[in-house]
């Protein structure tokens, strides 16, 4: 099968985003990319439970001082909805539905939004209301550095399928853009499962001491 | 579409290497490289020993000595090893596979630029105030404190580099996975490529560590965080434990490729299949994974603690049995075959008492009570030249010999080849030999002179002849090189005549597609199989049909540069110079511009029809 080739949806194939030696490479590598992700996560999560409550002195605020479950649950809802809203998404490109695939993207970027405005906003108030910096202590800066991490990656996948959407709005499916959507969902998993380890390493384990 | 049969004027030659997408021009582009930054650190070496070479030396200064193993360390690891290791994997494995190219190309390019570009910064250091100075391993302790620049070049370089190397990684894996031809089952595939296949997923899930550790001392020193500062809560141990996870690893992502090509020669020059060839495969996936069990032995003397220190002594110990797996079976190899002392041969016999020297240091420095003594001496330092040079370098020298002509097309002259290899190995154990003893007698690493009177000054002068005698070596290798290119003799497919994997069935070099019909493997040494039977090629697994190949790309030069543009303007954002924002804003709007346009501009590469195949074998039949 060529990629650029025009189907219907009575040849779109059962498994679109593996159907071409391209889509196997790209899906393949990607797994081996997002195993690179994943040690490099892990690496972040060393450091943060190294540096945890590692402050110069008690004026500084800790871990236990600082979360907050109601805001933290309402982040990780909608992080957990969105991988839902992706499945949709993908449920709908398996059966050749553009139109519905692309909605349940955009669901999937606006709750991802949502997520990334909540982050935005809960840096400001632990900066604001306890002081709690980048610089402020060798706790601080590992905070920042791994939840920043993985709100970067949010932002990064955020950019990503907009701009997948955009480039193929006018042009349909096809085998050559099926498997990037594929990708990107799988990242977009990826991020999710990233922060479900956040929410209890850092949120969940920070409040109980 | 015979492209290689074509004479091209230089700017077209340039830019065709600028755009190339192709395996065996990235090749090319890594062995140009690698082998720059190989005589530049080289000539680093050169400067280390004349400064010891007499007690009380004032031939650099302190400093500058720093500075100096700091980016001979550095260079040599990550700029002139890995990328000449680099330049065999891409060469050959795709044709020892039977593919027409790499599962990603224009990754495989981006890789390349990456790690040029990476490696460029890092030296461009020399020429802003300093070159790093906090040894290779860069210990936040020392790090924090180097004034200029030094350490931000460091840190900055080898992150671009890195990601190079790490995409390349995720390439081959692919590569080896998903491009392999008909009959080439995993048990079949040469160890050249089993070696490739396990060193990148060793750089798959080592370098993140690096790029981690290198990150976080960044934020350190650029953004004022707090990671490696003690009155803050911070903890250098931690720049440590990222340094050797994925340090340890790298020397195994050296000198498993090293093993590949050694194994490679082995059976060529014995004439004999392998011996134990499914133990082969066993030892170095083992290799690869216990690399990652063992990296706190080089932190025995941090104090960890007696537990610790225990567990990894004997891990790291247990490595010694896959390793010596290996030793046995090359040394079976060539029991009862018909041996032809090639120079790539001389190398792979050599390589076998040397490395093992350096295998018998390893294990008395993984006894963790006894390391309390040789740490941080000379004695290190020859344990580790040892493996390296007597692994990877002999490897890198022997691989350049036997891969000569399926690169270039041409011989290098056999004669040169076994004098570099006397004045090199000679020169070798000249000067690391005697390392052993200056470590025991207590000679610490890293000084930048000693007194006289301590009993150091022969063993000194003696290393510091050794490396007079290396230099020659590579001197010849190069004049051997330009006489080889002047000559251009060209070769057959079978140069040496004892090819048995698939590259040696290929034209050399091969055409831009490899494989005009892809191959059907019958067996381990698929073409060994073929001649033995008298006949001349491979037998096709496909009609002759159309090839599909991907575009030429000017892209990944692009991508790779913008990161060096931003890189300058981080640098100097930390003097608070004005125009160093808008230039990285600039660095990164190529950067992404170069992607974004990638990302929307569809390339489904071009396909070569039928008829022009036929065309190209007429051509051959007139040249010939
Ligand atoms: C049986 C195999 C090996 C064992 C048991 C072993 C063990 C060790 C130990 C314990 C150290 C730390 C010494 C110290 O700092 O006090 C060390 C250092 C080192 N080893 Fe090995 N090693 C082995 C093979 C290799 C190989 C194959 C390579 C490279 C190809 C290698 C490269 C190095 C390097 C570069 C260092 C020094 C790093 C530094 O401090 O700058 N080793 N080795
Ligand atoms: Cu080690």
Redo the contacts between chains.
Sequence with gaps: MH??EKLTYETWPAEPEKST?EA??KF??FW??L???T??FA??F??YL??KD???DSTHHLAKDLFELPLTFVATMLLLTSSLTSVYAMYHMKNFNAKKMNLWLVITLLLGAAFLVLEIYEFNHYVHEFHHT??S??????FY?LVGFHGGHVAFGLLWIT?LIV?NAKRGLDL?NAPKFYVASLYWHFIDVVWVFIFTVVYLMGMVG | MSTYAQKKGFGATLWDYLTTVDHKKIAILYLIAGGFFFVVGGLEAVFIRIQLAVPNNDFVSAGLFNEIITMHGTTMIFLAAMPLVFAFMNAVMPLQIGARDVAFPFVNALGFWLFFFGGVFLNLSWFFDGAPDAGWTSYASLAMASKGHGVDFYVLGLQISGIGTLIGGINFLVTIINMRAPGMTYMRMPLFTWSTFVTSALILFAFPPLTVGLVLMMFDRMFGSNFFEASMGGNTVIWEHLFWIFGHPEVYILVLPAFGIFSEIFAMFSRKRLFGYSSMVFATVLIGFLGFMVWAHHMFTTGLGPVANAIFAVATMAIGVPTGIKIFNWLLTMWGGSVKFTTPMHYAVAFIPSFVAGGVTGVMLAAAAADYQYHDTYFVVAHFHYVIVGGVVFAILAGTHLYWPKMFGTMLNETLGKITFWLFFIGFHMTFFIQHFLGLWGMPRRVFTYLPGQGFETSNLISSLGAVFMSLGVIVLLYNVIMTSVKNERVGNDPWGDGRTLEWSLPSPPPFYNFKQLPLVRGLDAYWLEKMEGKKGMTPAEPLGDIHMPNASFLPFVIAFGLFVAAFGALFNMDDKAWSVPVIIIGLLITFGAMFLRSVKDDHGFHIHKEELMEDDNDKGVKA
Excluded: Q
């Design positions: 990629a650029e030696l196997k490479n393949l590598g081996f990319f195993g690179g992700e040690v490099l690496s972040l060393a450091t190294a540096l590692k402050v110069p980048f610089t202590s060798a706790f601080g800066s590992a550095t701009t480039r050559y």
